[in-house]
């Protein structure tokens, strides 16, 4: 299975970077090659734990980049998303699948020139969820 490039968001603020070739969604864990492939520095990752999972195309990104907050005329196909995090990262994307019997969704950023190419996000590190224009009431699926 290939690796992918991973930035690891933690609901208290931690971040890891490194590599995982293991996740999946309905896994609550999986393993971080810290700092990438080659690392020996294996980390176990309990998803309950994290805010989401950003898949990167690199580690550097663009500090400078303003990345677009809203779908304005970047049609794409799927569900229009809007995310607001409990620490107040709003994010903005795609969605084919909704299934809140798993932990969380994958979106897709609207803007191409993201350097995350998807997001897993965590139904339980959100304070608001649009799909489509309409909320969705986050306590209906939650867990306990």
Known sequence: M???KVVVH??????LKGTTADFLPKRPVFHLLVGGI???DVKEVF???LKAIFFVKDFIGDRESNEIKGFGD???SG???KAMFNDGELIFGYTHVLNFDQPGFFLIPVDPNSNNERVFVLFSSLTELEVNGSPINLKSIRRS
């Open 2 to 4: 290939p690796a992918n």
């Open 38 to 40: 080659h690392s020996k």
């Open 47 to 49: 998803v309950e734990e």
């Open 74 to 76: 970047h049609p794409r």
């Open 10 to 15: 933690y609901k208290d603020g931690r971040i």
């Open 79 to 81: 569900k229009r998303v």
